[in-house]
């Protein structure tokens, strides 16, 4: 089983935040210049990325959102989108739905750019996730997408803090207030 750590950092690398004590949420962009970008994704390249490859890499993170966004609501994924820009990249793995409903990589090998390197990455981690285990954050107030990695599948929260603290803290008060 795959932790989907590139899907989940696509997925909330353009969510608004809520920090700590603020009133309301703040506007977030991961990928706002090249320089962010090559943060948020340095764990899955090996060279940052290039100011020139931001549009290709921002194209990929759109059709990740649209995905995840179709899987957490139990609909069809549309995987039109992420295959298209498979395609105009040198060496990519294909996404293809399979009849039991799941999704499988099929190679197509050449060389990668750094977007085709994501995009590698980020086809066999969505063909190797199980849909069920990605959610958004049971917070009302957050709308992070998570993959529920533990072995009961009951992880609610994205993060223990601030999100699993406050909800603590929110039934902790509304108990004590009655």
């Known amino acids: ?16 935040r809520r920090p700590t004590h603020a009133p309301a949420a703040v506007p977030h962009d991961a990928l706002a ?3 962010s970008a090559s943060e948020l994704l340095k764990p899955f390249l090996d060279d940052p990325v290039d100011a020139q490859e931001l549009a290709a890499v921002r194209a990929v993170q759109r059709a990740v959102v649209t995905i995840v966004d ?22 990519i793995y294909a996404l293809e739905r399979q009849p039991d409903g799941k999704l499988r990589t099929t190679p197509r090998p050449k060389r990668p750019s750094a977007a085709a390197t994501l995009l590698i990455a980020v086809i ?11 959610r958004r954050c049971a917070r009302p107030e957050c709308r992070l997408v998570l993959y529920d990695v533990t072995r009961s599948a009951t992880q609610r929260w994205h993060a223990e803090r601030p999100c699993g603290l406050r909800e603590r ?10």
């Open 33 to 35: 210049g090249a320089a």
């Open 124 to 134: 066999r981690e969505l063909s190797e996730l199980e849909p069920s285990r990605l």
């Open 1 to 16: 089983m795959t932790d989907a750590a590139l899907v989940v950092a696509f997925a909330n690398a353009q969510a608004d």
């Open 169 to 178: 803290q929110r039934r902790h008060r509304a108990k004590h207030a009655a």
């Open 70 to 91: 179709a899987l957490i609501d139990g609909s069809q994924p549309p995987l039109e989108a992420l295959n298209a820009l498979a395609a105009r990249e040198p060496a």
